[in-house]
């Protein structure tokens, strides 16, 4: 594989890692819906306005039902993932969210793509790493447990969101529309889980009211998640899948780092070697 799409690979999880992080840190604060419908609702004034400066209209077409097929996915994943961020620590969710992988992954595996053995062996570590990185925690309250299922349902969303995207466009322009389609529909769907929890009596907003002093912070989780998306679309279109969706797959070692560097998280030795096998797996993805 060559350099370009490891490093936009690579730049998904980055995005990724920072967007999970303070999507995390928002819904501790305030509900999770909330969180993702603002969030969402400023990138697509953002995407909209991109696409009209762009003439993206004009690559509308049948892959947009890619699209939109993400957008009703992706709402139910940020969700559970939001919740389960809220519910268990950071460092544990996240590596689990990661596993969503397996579906890109199988995707790429069925379309004919055959990784060599340096590159099945820097996914095998990789994924061991990402799981080490979050120093696996499955002991404890019935709240663990419910966290870990909430993420494994995110992880399916997050997966099946990654092979709809890297599906919905061949060129950039295109790009721009299909994530503004994407989000678009990320917005209705939300929007009316919303609606539909406020009417059955839970609260949209946090006792002190609309977070306004959060709303740079909403900006950049749907702006980061936008971009994340993006990336990988790029890096899907112009490497190997199998590849590809491992290295944007390591988000979660962002975040621990985030996490720790943020909100004083100490590192336990397993999470150490989990990132540096991580570190070990991406470096044979992107040389093998």
């Known amino acids: 594989m060559t350099t370009t799409p490891a490093l936009f690979a690579l730049a998904t999880s980055l995005l ?20 993702v419908v603002v969030s969402q609702s400023l990138a697509v004034v953002a995407l909209g306005a991109i696409v009209v400066a762009t003439g993206g209209w ?17 709402p139910v994943a940020l969700l559970a993932f939001y919740k389960a961020l809220a519910l268990g620590p ?35 570590v990789a994924v061991a790493g990402v799981v ?24 399916f969303g997050f997966g099946a969101v990654m092979a709809l995207i890297a599906e919905a466009s061949t060129t950039l322009t295109g790009l721009f529309l299909a994530l503004f389609v994407q989000r678009v529909t990320n917005v209705a769907a939300s ?10 009596g839970t609260p949209a907003l946090p006792s002190e009211g609309f977070p306004w002093r959060s709303l740079p912070a ?22 190997p899948v199998t590849v ?29 070697a989990g990132a540096g096998l991580a570190l070990v797996g991406t470096l044979l993805l992107a040389t093998g």
């Open 191 to 200: 929007g009316t889980a919303l609606y539909v929890a406020v009417r059955r």
């Open 16 to 35: 990724w890692g920072l967007a999970d992080f303070g999507g995390g840190l928002l819904t501790r604060r305030t509900p999770a819906l909330t969180v």
């Open 90 to 124: 950071m460092g544990v969710v996240s590596p689990l969210g990661s596993l969503g992988v397996v579906v890109p992954v199988g995707v790429g595996l069925v379309l004919g793509e055959r990784p060599g053995v340096p590159q099945f062996a820097g996914i095998v």
């Open 58 to 74: 004009s690559e509308a077409g049948p892959q947009v039902w890619f699209a939109v097929a993400a957008g009703l996915v992706g």
């Open 132 to 155: 080490l990185a979050g120093g696996p925690q499955f002991r404890g309250a019935p709240v663990q447990r419910q966290a870990i299922l909430l993420t494994l349902l995110a992880a």
């Open 244 to 272: 590809v969706a491992v290295l944007a797959s390591l988000y979660p070692v962002v975040t621990a780092l985030a996490a720790r560097g943020v909100l004083s998280e100490r590192l336990r030795g397993v999470q150490a």
């Open 218 to 239: 909403l900006a950049f989780v749907g702006l980061a998640d936008v971009a994340a998306n993006g990336t990988y679309s790029v890096a899907a279109q112009r490497g």
